[in-house]
């Protein structure tokens, strides 16, 4: 019988997500992450939640009651995502993209099919993940682009879809 964690690893490959940039502002300047773990849990209060690895440089700086920025990528923004996830050194990453910063300080990329200010509102430490859950602060919505999602170690986005009645 195969290991169980990499049968799970295996298995969870071909969940499709979509790829979010995780952003803060930080003691070292403004820091990002590529995340696929993110997910709306509640419209009233709004909340979401992001799952960050432990061992990520930014997860020490989201703490309880801070600010963090939660940009929702288009299709044709894999170059950031790919900066993101390491591609390059965390103080580099924002020379990729046109970005500001949201009313609460969070590095925001303008041209993200949305871009979700939050604070966190607990933290829950989970094996090699901290599960932040925020509070959202503001939307701020610039396109209906087609997401992009990441299934079997790439980076997609949605084939067309039919208008069918």
């Known amino acids: 019988m195969p290991d169980l964690p990499d049968s799970y690893r295996a298995a969870m490959r071909g969940l499709a997500s979509s ?4 952003t803060a502002q930080t003691p070292a300047g403004p820091r990002g992450l590529t995340a696929t773990a993110v997910m709306s ?17 930014l997860n020490p700086d989201l703490a309880e009651g801070g600010p963090l ?34 009313a609460w300080g969070s590095p925001m990329l303008e041209d993200a099919s949305a871009a979700i200010s ?4 607990r933290r ?25 999602l990441y299934a079997h170690g790439q980076f997609t986005g949605l084939p067309a879809l039919s208008s069918a009645a």
């Not at 790829?19 to 995780?22: A, F, G, K, S, T």
């Not at 849990?41 to 440089?57: E, K, Y």
């Not at 939050?118 to 509102?121: A, I, Q």
């Open 19 to 22: 790829v979010c940039l995780v």
């Open 41 to 57: 849990l509640s419209t009233d209060p709004p909340t979401i939640a992001v799952a960050v690895n432990r061992a990520a440089s």
């Open 69 to 102: 920025s939660i940009q929702l990528l288009a299709e044709d923004q894999a170059d950031l995502a790919k900066a993101f996830a390491g591609g390059l050194p965390p103080h580099e990453r924002f020379t990729v993209g046109w970005w500001s910063c949201d």
């Open 118 to 121: 939050c604070v966190v509102d």
């Open 124 to 148: 829950v430490e989970v094996a090699t993940h901290s599960l932040l859950i925020a509070r959202v602060l503001g939307v701020r919505t610039a396109s209906h682009a087609r997401p992009l």
